[in-house]
């Protein structure tokens, strides 16, 4: 069942040169084909075949045929098993090499930032409205815990999707194949590529469903969830810059309009935000791709693989053009940031526990209403003595440990 040596040979030239892409126009296919990827199997196979017969000193067509197609190159395998194992291995390398480098550089500029901001008191909004103060390095922290968490539930998935297929061949039995083959070819696959790749323990589940592209890309749609919310948070604080919330200044990196003179926009913030949106939506092709395992086959492959690619490669890429275009220069506003505080009336939170919350409350709409201050209400009410406000409404002491 082995290879003599001299086919082995050839077909791991042609390979050779397949993977310095040196073939690339030879591979015409889009993904809108056999569910299986069979066609893209069969377009390996024969330009490993053809080509092996031109290096061979031959034209293609002409003589005996050095390699072929389907006995040679195809030994072993079956496009139900080869297109999963190839799906696994590009997927895992997009992850490990684009991924969460890009990610990690990312949460690292956040970390830098949460800790050099840490003591810069602002005000804090729930519902879009203000609320009770906490610090900018506080805000920017939780930024950082949620990329931590995607990165953590991203490695958590790919144990599964290490698994491959080869070896399982049509329907997963391993027809026509060598004994220990399956093993033997995913410790070189390991090997070769320098990542933990294992045969799958069930070729079944391998060939008929896609839980692990499924479950890693539920992954990329959480970081992709949270990347969302942080670029969204990013470009709200540093609107403006005279007539918007302006308590973080961003890089100005190019003009913003073409009508406009002088306005600059937060693109990098909104790139980040499409690249989410684009991921969530290859999420739900992806979903559905996994939903079409037909008895021992699923047949979404190309599909599931391509947007799978994508979103790996736009989240890893898209993190590092926000960290190098936007994160690294994010600095406060301390001006902006103070007015804020100084006005706010959520500050009346500090004396529920002096006067009660009813009282507190009356003071805040009061001033409100008025177009005063807290402290002018609290005193002018007779809730309060000033030298009691003063002493009880710090916005310094209401943002808990900044340990």
């Not at 609320?131 to 953590?152: D, I, R």
Request: proline share 4%.
């Amino acid at each position: 069942m082995y290879y003599l040596l001299e086919k082995r040979d050839a077909i791991g030239a042609v390979c050779d040169e397949i993977l310095a892409g040196k073939l690339d126009d030879q591979f015409p296919l889009v993904i809108w084909q056999t569910g299986s990827g069979t066609q893209s199997n069969m377009n390996v196979n024969e330009v490993v075949a053809n080509r092996a017969q031109v290096l061979a000193g031959f034209k293609i067509g002409e003589g005996e045929p050095v390699l072929k197609a389907n006995d040679d190159v195809n030994k072993s395998q079956s496009s139900n098993d080869t297109f999963p194992t190839g799906m696994h291995i590009a997927a895992y390398k997009a992850v490990a090499e684009v991924t969460i480098p890009g990610v990690e550089k990312l949460r690292d500029t956040l970390a830098k930032k949460a800790e050099a901001f840490k003591n810069v008191v602002k005000i804090g909004r729930t519902h879009l409205m203000d609320a009770t103060p906490l610090t900018l390095g506080q805000e920017l922290s939780g930024y950082v815990a949620q990329l931590n968490h995607g990165l953590k539930a991203l490695r958590n998935t790919l144990s599964h999707l290490s698994e491959l297929a080869l070896g399982g061949t049509a329907v997963g039995t391993g027809l026509n194949t060598p004994d220990g083959y399956d093993v033997v070819v995913a410790k070189y696959i390991a090997e070769f590529t320098g990542l933990p790749f294992v045969t799958a323990e069930n070729k079944f589940e391998a060939l008929a469903a896609h839980d692990a592209i499924v479950e890693t890309h539920g992954a990329l749609k959480q970081l992709a969830v949270s990347l969302n919310k942080i670029a969204n948070d990013i470009r709200m604080l540093a609107s403006g810059p005279r007539s918007g919330i302006g308590e973080i200044l961003i890089p100005e990196n190019e003009p913003g309009s073409s009508i406009m003179p002088g306005k600059v926009n937060p693109t990098q913030c909104e790139a980040l935000t499409m690249v989410a949106a684009q991921v969530m939506g290859n999420d739900v092709a992806i979903t559905i791709g996994g939903t079409q395992g037909h008895y021992e086959l699923n047949v979404f492959k190309p599909l599931m693989a391509a947007n799978f690619l994508q979103s790996a490669r736009l989240l890893g890429d898209a993190c590092v053009s926000f960290d190098e275009h936007c994160a690294s220069g994010i600095e406060p506003n301390y001006k902006r940031i103070k007015e804020l505080v100084d006005n706010s009336l959520m500050l009346v939170t500090a004396l529920n526990t002096k006067i009660g919350y009813y009282k507190s409350a009356e003071i805040a709409q009061t001033a409100h209403r008025n177009g005063t201050t807290l402290k002018e209400e609290a005193v002018r009410l007779g809730y309060v003595t000033a030298e009691d406000f003063d002493a009880w409404v710090k916005p310094e002491d209401m943002v808990g440990s900044l340990k």
